[in-house]
Structures are given as structure tokens and as C-alpha cells.
């Protein structure tokens, strides 16, 4: 039996915020019958300040599936799109207590479906996305999905994985893969934690390192969300972008930016600002 | 709040004349039966009394009884025993719905350069008979197939399969954990020269177990040591437990004819009044050929670990075939070999009984069982109506 926390019995005993929000002005949709979860989330969004009226959830899952999703409404209400879309899987499960770390992928749905929701929101529409690589055909789980929530939830096991992504937990044949890909997010977080040398580095290598900070952490998130973007240029500390798919037009562009800048600017020491083309 | 216990395919309580003959034997009785003297002498004795009674309740002779520390274990030691004493046979037949007991000590042998046919089941969990045929071949060391099935209660045609082994030559081992007890076992006139049994599914405690091996079976311990159990099972023995055994073979055969009737009277109410009440729900497994005290039962649309958690609320204890269950993010192996939708799969909930359920707990079950899918359905964005577009492959394959 599962060791779940008094919040976890108390949200899916008696779960708040069950159904459809009347005329939704977005809709986010994670998962399948098949998985065995899936959530619909529905929100009522104040056109004037982006704010959050109302948020309602449907689930088909487990006792922790349904208190996340609960969780997550409650979590999103009153608050701003953008305030919004910063809510990690983490604070889900941190809202709940904690989860069983086996359950942890509950979690990671809800934050799936608020993101979700959020580009419905942006009259983004849903896309199937050409390129990308399912890694876990037991799960359709993509490798850019794998690599978000490594990053995201420092995940360093196979096991941990699983445990976030249901990746790897079937038939246990991707599961080189995905020890791959662990590694190449390790080797780089290792980079990461590695103190900022006082010892300029020639203009090559830093060049060099923004360009892994881009493709190893910064592209797989924007491609889990549908979108990309492409390094034009580097000079000096100006870095210059190009925003790709779902992410042109998205009115969180800025932000995206900004968050990049503060990356680089933590990765490299020194006062980089990204720009788009 | 008073537990209802409907989960008796995963354990049973002990009968409480179970646990009043076992009781001397930590106490008062404490000496080792292969002593020489009279105190642990007299423990010997109760120890062969033991075997006698789970001797009779099968039909066969208590030097054919070995006791083990489990069913596991009784499963391990005729696979290991087949191996090492057909060395050079590497060719294993069991099926895809076996106990892990089984399916993964086959696997560790496979490891060792053994090759396994896993034989298939048809959608109701009936065995692929045609398939068995074809699969025999010269090189087969055994054929592990269980009796009756622990999530379905299906029952595999032990005696037909027992005799074209036979004509064969080749071993047969049943795994007949789930059906000692629940249905009459006769090996007198059953062609299988292995049978694993477990106490605690009988209302005897956990840890014990016992292995039938019929006269004449070369055979090869698992556990080497000591002299215990002829040579054939070292290690001193869990006397208490196997006191315990016994007295519980005695009083499933004493219930036997009885109980089964009862059992399964209970059993088809229960199963019936919730297919009728709650709407898309099906039974999984063949109805006509299955334990008298399991159903499978699968509620549409709803996710089988919710549904033990709101009945945990009631005190009903069952168990489900879910992913989120089985401690793998895989639903039932049993199950998906069935060929049932996963969406049927996910909202599956085993019930199992025993003599001890009442009349009146059945009837609280179907009480409360409906709205509690009911309130799950209104949770969950999938139903009937829902349906279309997510694509599911509903409505087929399924069980009943």
C-alpha cells in the first residue's frame, strides 16, 4: 500500500474543483486510458489582467493522479498566466505533502496539462510534433520530455525516471536509451556545478559553452512545449536567437528569453544578453 | 469500523482452530523433532500427523509431501529439481499468466541457456491447447503450468495436459497454490508429478508450504543441509507452522463440498448484483471454469487503485490488476495475456472470498460499490459518451 500523505487522502477523498468550467477559455489535455492516467484541465481566464477565475479538473487515475490535479487547481487559481506558468511539478507535490517518489509522474502530469492549457489559451494550436524521438514506445514517452524532467528534478536513476516519466517502467527495452541520455544531462550538470573559473575562458570556449547550454538543457524544454529555437550568433557577450515553431508568436517570448539570459549568465559568470534576430 | 476482507487470493486469516493447534508449539513444545529424546520425539510425530492430513487432502501419501518455507519456494524447487535432474533437457513450457514465482525463476534459468515456450491463453484465460501440442518437443525438461489462475480464478485443464505429458515422458509440475482448498484435488487419478501448495491461502499462516512429489519422480533438493524431510528439504523444520498446515488441510477437506457451494453462492451474488448495478462493468475469465471464490471485474473508465482506496474507506479489502498497483507501471500481466483492453484493464478489482465472509458483507459491498464508481466516473473525463475521441480500443476483446 501506498504511504500517502493526509493532504493526498484528503484531495482525492474529497477533491475540489471536480468538471468543466462553463465556456472554458482554455483547455489542457495530458495522457491516455491507456497509461492508465489522464487529466482535463479547463480554465476561466480574465482577458483584461491574464488572470485565473476558475480552474476545474476531470481525472482518470489514481489516488494521487486526482489529488495533483486538485492540487493543481488549487494551485493556479488566482493568478496570473504567467505567474502560472512557473509552477513546477515540484510544488505539486510540495502542496501535497510529497508524494511517493513512484507517484511523482502524477505530478508531472499536472504540470503537462497546465502548460498545455496555457498554449491553448494562446490560440496555439496542438501539433504533432514531426521530430520528435519516443524513447519509451510503452508510454509514448519523447526524449525531450526525458530530458525536461531530468534537468527539472535533478533525476540521476533509470528508476527515477521511471518514477517521473512512467519512461523505462514497461518493457524495460529503452531503458540503454535512457541511461544515455542521463549521462549526457549529467556530464553537464556537472558542468554546472562546477564553481565559476576565475580564469577567463578564450572566446572559443565560452562560445562553446553556450552553445551545449542551448542544445543540451535550453532546446529540449522549448521542443517539449512544441517549440525550438536556433543559435545565429555570438558576439561577444551578445547572443543572438532565433525563436522557432510554437515559440514565435508565443506572448511568452520575452520571458523565454529572459530566462535564458539569466542561464547563460549563471553558467558562463559573466553579463550576456540574449537577443532574438 | 469492521473489516469486510474480500482479498483471500492474496492471504487468509488463520482459522482460529488453526492457530489453537500451532499454539503449544512455540510455547511448551518447543524441542527439535530430529532429537533423540522423547521431548522433541513427540514433535516428530505431530510434524508426520502434519503431513498425513495435507497428504489426505489431496489423495496422496505423506512420504509424497516435502515442506517448504513457501509457495515460491515449493515453485523453485520443481523447476530447479526438473533442471538438475534432465541435464540434458533445456527446454522449459509454462505460460504467460503464470505466477511470478514461476515466470521469473524461468527466466533466471533462461539465463543459464534454457529455452521457454510461453504458452498463450484465449480472452476468457482458457490455455491454448493447440499451442501446448505444438510446443512439446525432445528437449522439454517440464511443463509448469498453474491450476487455477490467482487474479481470474480460472482453471487450466491440469488432468488433459497431465496425460499428453505423461504419454510424452516429460515432467508436470501444477502450481496449485490458489486451488488447494477451494476445489477438490485428487492425485490418484490427476497425471501431474509436481504440485506446489502454500499454507496461508488456506487459512494456515504465512511461511510454510509444502511440495507434492509422486513416487517414483527423481527429484533434487533445493536447500542442502541436514537430514530434514528424508534429505529432501534441509533445515529445521518450521514445526508450529506445519502443525498449523496440517490442521488447516484437515478442515479444508471437512468444508470442502460444503463450502465450495457456499463460497461460490456468495461469490455469483456479489458478481452479478454489480455487473447490474454499475454500468460498463464486465467479468473477466471464463465464468465456467474458474474457483469457486474469485471474480475479476472490470469498471470502465475508472482506475482500479482509486476504487481500492474508496472502498478502503469502507473497510472492504480487495485487490486490482492496475498499473498503479503492481508495483511496476505495467498493469496485470495476466490480464494484458487475456487480451483485455487496457482501459478495461486499469478499472479491473479482484474479489476473492472465503468460508468466513457473510451473507451481510456481500450485501454492504453492493451497496456501496456503485456510487463509489459512479463518483469516479463523474471525476474522469473518459465515459461512454466521452468516448470517440480518444481513439481506445472500447468494446473489444473484452471478457464476458
Known amino acids: 500500500m501506498?504511504?500517502?500523505?493526509?493532504?493526498?487522502?484528503?484531495?482525492?477523498?474529497?477533491?475540489?474543483?471536480?468538471?468543466?468550467?462553463?465556456?472554458?477559455?482554455?483547455?489542457?489535455?495530458?495522457?491516455?486510458i491507456i497509461c492508465g492516467d489522464a487529466l482535463r484541465l479547463t480554465l476561466k481566464v480574465d482577458k483584461e489582467s491574464n488572470r485565473i477565475l476558475d480552474a476545474k479538473f476531470q481525472t482518470f487515475g489514481c489516488a494521487s493522479a486526482i489529488a495533483s490535479s486538485s492540487a493543481l487547481t488549487e494551485l493556479v487559481k488566482g493568478k496570473t498566466l504567467e505567474e502560472a506558468s512557473k509552477i513546477t511539478n515540484q510544488e505539486i507535490a510540495e502542496y501535497l505533502g510529497g508524494l511517493p517518489d513512484e507517484k511523482m509522474h502524477c505530478s508531472v502530469m499536472g504540470m503537462e496539462a497546465l502548460e498545455d492549457a496555457i498554449r491553448n489559451y494562446q490560440g496555439v494550436?496542438?501539433?504533432?510534433?514531426?521530430?520528435?524521438?519516443?524513447?519509451?514506445?510503452?508510454?509514448?514517452?519523447?526524449?525531450?520530455?526525458?530530458?525536461?524532467?531530468?534537468?527539472?528534478?535533478?533525476?540521476?536513476?533509470?528508476?527515477e525516471v521511471a518514477h517521473y516519466t512512467k519512461a523505462g517502467g514497461g518493457c524495460g527495452l529503452c531503458i540503454p536509451e535512457i541511461e544515455k541520455i542521463l549521462k549526457e544531462v549529467r556530464s553537464f550538470q556537472d558542468v554546472k556545478e562546477r564553481p565559476v573559473e576565475k580564469k577567463k575562458r578564450t572566446n572559443l570556449q565560452k562560445m562553446a559553452l553556450i552553445q551545449d547550454v542551448l542544445e543540451r538543457e535550453i532546446r529540449p524544454r522549448l521542443r517539449a512545449d512544441g517549440g525550438d529555437l536556433d543559435l545565429i550568433d555570438i558576439e561577444g557577450s551578445k547572443v543572438t536567437v532565433g525563436l522557432r515553431g510554437l515559440c514565435v508568436d508565443c506572448p511568452m517570448g520575452n520571458m523565454t528569453i529572459k530566462g535564458i539570459e539569466d542561464r547563460l549568465k549563471e553558467v558562463t559568470g559573466e553579463e550576456i544578453t540574449v537577443v532574438t534576430e | 469500523m469492521k473489516t469486510i476482507y474480500l482479498d483471500n487470493n492474496a492471504t487468509t486469516q488463520v482459522a482460529p482452530e488453526v492457530l489453537k493447534e500451532m499454539l503449544p508449539y512455540f510455547r511448551d513444545l518447543y524441542g527439535n523433532p530430529s532429537s533423540m529424546h522423547t521431548f522433541g520425539g513427540q514433535v516428530h510425530r505431530k510434524i508426520e500427523e502434519?503431513?498425513?492430513?495435507?497428504?489426505?487432502?489431496?489423495?496422496?501419501?505423506?512420504?509424497?509431501?516435502?515442506?517448504?518455507?513457501?509457495?515460491?519456494?515449493?515453485?523453485?524447487?520443481?523447476?530447479?529439481?526438473?533442471?538438475?535432474?534432465?541435464?540434458?533437457?533445456?527446454?522449459?513450457?509454462?505460460?504467460?499468466?503464470?505466477?511470478?514465482?514461476?515466470?521469473?525463476?524461468?527466466?533466471?534459468?533462461?539465463?543459464?541457456?534454457?529455452?521457454?515456450?510461453?504458452?498463450?491463453?484465449?480472452?476468457?484465460?482458457?490455455?491454448?491447447?493447440?499451442a501446448f501440442l505444438k510446443s512439446l518437443d525432445d528437449h522439454t525438461a517440464i511443463v509448469s503450468l498453474m491450476y487455477a489462475n490467482n487474479e481470474t480464478g480460472v482453471l487450466f485443464p491440469i488432468p488433459e495436459i497431465g496425460d499428453i505429458a505423461k504419454d510424452r515422458g516429460i515432467l508436470f509440475h501444477s502450481d496449485a497454490v490458489q486451488a488447494l482448498g477451494k476445489i477438490p484435488i485428487n492425485v490418484k487419478n490427476l497425471p501431474v508429478d509436481m504440485l506446489s501448495f502454500s499454507g496461508h491461502k488456506l487459512h494456515a499462516p504465512k511461511g510454510i508450504g509444502a511440495l507434492y512429489v509422486r513416487k517414483g519422480?527423481?527429484?533434487?533438493?533445493?536447500?542442502?543441509?541436514?537430514?530434514?524431510?528424508?534429505?529432501?528439504?534441509?533445515?529445521?523444520?518450521?514445526?508450529?507452522?506445519?502443525?498449523?498446515?496440517?490442521?488447516?488441510?484437515?478442515?479444508?477437506?471437512?468444508?470442502?463440498?460444503?463450502?465450495?457451494?457456499?463460497?461460490?453462492?456468495?461469490?455469483?451474488?456479489?458478481?452479478?448484483?454489480?455487473?447490474?448495478?454499475?454500468?460498463?462493468?464486465?467479468?473477466?475469465?471464463?465464468?465456467?471454469?474458474?474457483?469457486?471464490?474469485?471474480?475479476?471485474?472490470?469498471?470502465?473508465?475508472?482506475?482500479g487503485e482509486a476504487i481500492l482506496l474508496r472502498l478502503n474507506e469502507f473497510g472492504i479489502c480487495a485487490s486490482s490488476g492496475s498499473a498503479c498497483t503492481s508495483g511496476s507501471l505495467q498493469p496485470s500481466h495476466v490480464l494484458r495475456a487475456m487480451g483485455i483492453p487496457y482501459t478495461a484493464i486499469h478499472g479491473s478489482v479482484r474479489f476473492s472470498l472465503s468460508t468466513y465472509n457473510t451473507e451481510s458483507e456481500i450485501d454492504q459491498v453492493i451497496e456501496v460499490m456503485p456510487s463509489i464508481i459512479h463518483d469516479l466516473r463523474s471525476l474522469s473525463p473518459f465515459g461512454r459518451d466521452k468516448f470517440e475521441r480518444y481513439l481506445c480500443a472500447a468494446g473489444t476483446g473484452k471478457a464476458d
Open chain 1, 2 to 32: 501506498w504511504e500517502y500523505t493526509d493532504k493526498v487522502k484528503e484531495l482525492f477523498l474529497n477533491p475540489k474543483n471536480v468538471g468543466e468550467v462553463a465556456q472554458p477559455d482554455a483547455v489542457g489535455e495530458v495522457g491516455s
Open chain 1, 125 to 159: 494550436k496542438k501539433i504533432q510534433k514531426p521530430e520528435e524521438n519516443i524513447i519509451c514506445k510503452c508510454f509514448e514517452v519523447s526524449e525531450d520530455k526525458i530530458r525536461k524532467v531530468a534537468i527539472e528534478n535533478h533525476l540521476t536513476t533509470v528508476d
Open chain 2, 217 to 303: 519422480t527423481r527429484f533434487y533438493p533445493y536447500l542442502i543441509g541436514g537430514h530434514q524431510e528424508r534429505g529432501r528439504r534441509a533445515g529445521t523444520e518450521n514445526v508450529a507452522s506445519i502443525v498449523a498446515f496440517g490442521k488447516a488441510c484437515e478442515l479444508a477437506k471437512e468444508d470442502l463440498s460444503r463450502g465450495i457451494t457456499r463460497v461460490a453462492r456468495l461469490r455469483d451474488k456479489l458478481e452479478k448484483a454489480l455487473i447490474e448495478r454499475c454500468p460498463d462493468a464486465v467479468v473477466n475469465g471464463d465464468k465456467e471454469n474458474r474457483l469457486p471464490n474469485t471474480t475479476s471485474i472490470s469498471f470502465e473508465y475508472v482506475e
Open chain 2, 50 to 130: 502434519a503431513r498425513e492430513q495435507v497428504a489426505d487432502l489431496i489423495g496422496a501419501e505423506p512420504d509424497e509431501i516435502i515442506f517448504t518455507g513457501c509457495g515460491t519456494e515449493s515453485d523453485n524447487t520443481a523447476l530447479m529439481s526438473a533442471a538438475e535432474t534432465n541435464p540434458g533437457r533445456k527446454h522449459i513450457i509454462t505460460s504467460r499468466v503464470e505466477h511470478s514465482a514461476i515466470l521469473n525463476f524461468v527466466k533466471y534459468l533462461e539465463g543459464k541457456g534454457y529455452r521457454t515456450t510461453y504458452l498463450p491463453v484465449d480472452p476468457e484465460g482458457r490455455l491454448d491447447k493447440a
